[in-house]
């Protein structure tokens, strides 16, 4: 990367790693180069260009001057030596299987998985001939014991969707040392300045950056972070080529605008979360709350350590049954539909709150016994808590939960 801002505090990052005044027109903000191509000076100079045998750029697929400076900033406050932005979350994760599985290879995979993640590994992995073994990641026994001479990866994500369990990044980094196998966490509930998984040991950092890193709900991208070879790979091999899931620049301009505030901004969501989760917990119509700062979680302890005691903005709450005569499902559906200020959605990280049903929405069209093997019961409700007043949003829930 250009600079080394291992001495910066990490608010000095957000505003100036891969930021200066534009060298032409002295603009502060970074300009949004939205151009497919780039011209060169001559014949040679386009040749040495296209061989990397000096910087610059040629073609937007393989890099552009907006993206770039996003790119450095990522990188940067991850603690990571370079990072590859992409057009999605998703894109990311498939271009990491990618540029490091091929036909016979074996992942070890945590057993809770956002429901795309899930997908890739349960059915595009099989197809590709290569195989999944799924753990409890938690289990580090287990874990160690799913490996085998072909495996060549272990992914997870903590806190994991939607249950938000805790699973130790040292211990599972120290595991693929031991056996030479990279380790890849998603990172995306907890970014920084929460979580930084490569000063735990872990290898690769992968993001869906339009949750908490963009936090204004209107871009899709994703984002790798790790060593400058495996992140060159992952840029040269499928990023720009098989999956060619480049952002565009326009959507880089708009990360780089939404990353300023992201510390200001994850302090509010971590502390109106705490606030819901101790007032969810007190309330008798909820079984549990899935919240990594409660003393109740049992990852609490882990969390505190890892998580540097802010514990992000999401969780999951799960129902009673039999409020009033109704089944978990019915008091779910009616508790989420009788809500004012919250608002039903999926994804996260947005200023607004955000809540949704799993069990009637994201995954209705699960066979029951299978989502419930997934910790998605009849029940559950995952709600994203954004930056508004928490009292608000808690006399929301009043009266919803008054309603049942």
């Not at 495996?230 to 060619?244: H, R, T």
Request: glycine share 8%; hydrophobic share 40%; with cysteine.
């Amino acid at each position: 990367m250009e600079t080394n801002w291992s001495n910066a505090h990490f608010d000095t990052m957000l505003i100036h790693a891969g930021q200066a005044p534009d060298p032409v027109s002295g603009a502060l903000t970074t300009p949004i180069y939205q151009t497919s191509t780039f011209c060169f000076d001559s014949v040679q100079d386009g040749s040495d260009k296209f061989c990397a045998a000096k910087p610059g750029y040629v073609y937007t697929r393989a890099g552009n001057p907006t993206t770039r400076a996003l790119e450095t900033k990522l990188a940067a406050i991850e603690g990571g030596e370079d990072c590859v932005v992409t057009s999605s979350g998703i894109g990311a994760i498939g271009a990491i299987l990618v540029a490091f599985l091929k036909t016979g290879d074996h992942i070890v995979c945590d057993d809770t998985l956002y429901g795309g993640t899930s997908f890739v590994m349960h059915t595009n992995l099989s197809q590709l001939g290569i195989e999944v073994t799924f753990v409890d990641a938690c289990d580090l026994s287990a874990l160690e014991a799913a490996i085998t001479p072909k495996t060549k990866l272990i992914y997870m994500e903590t806190p994991t969707n939607p249950t938000m369990k805790i699973i130790d990044l040292e211990a599972v980094a120290a595991i693929g040392k031991k056996h030479s196998i990279r380790t890849v966490v998603d990172n995306t509930f907890a970014p920084p300045p929460i979580q930084f998984p490569l000063s735990h040991g872990i290898d690769l950092v992968v993001h869906s950056v339009t949750k908490y890193l963009n936090g204004h709900g209107d871009v899709i991208g994703g984002a790798i972070i790790g060593k400058a070879a495996d992140i060159s790979l992952i840029s040269s091999s499928a990023v720009q080529k098989l999956c060619g899931c480049t952002p565009s620049p326009f959507n880089s301009y708009l990360v780089l605008r939404g990353m300023k505030t992201l510390s200001l901004r994850l302090k509010k969501h971590c502390e109106n979360a705490m606030e819901i989760a101790r007032y969810l917990e007190a309330n008798p119509a909820v079984e549990t709350v899935y919240y990594p700062g409660l003393e109740s979680h049992p990852g609490h302890e882990l969390a505190k350590k890892q998580m540097n005691g802010v514990f992000t903005g999401i969780m999951a709450f799960e129902l009673k049954d039999n409020i009033n005569g109704r089944s978990a499902y019915e008091a779910g559906q009616e508790l989420v539909n009788n809500l004012k200020l919250i608002l039903i959605a999926v994804s996260l990280g947005d200023p607004d709150t955000i809540i949704q049903h799993p069990a009637s929405m994201t995954h209705s069209c699960v066979p029951k016994e299978e989502r419930e093997a997934l910790g998605i019961t009849d029940g559950l409700i995952r709600l994203s808590v954004g930056i508004e007043n928490a009292a608000d949003l808690i006399a929301d829930f009043e009266q919803s939960f008054a309603r049942l």
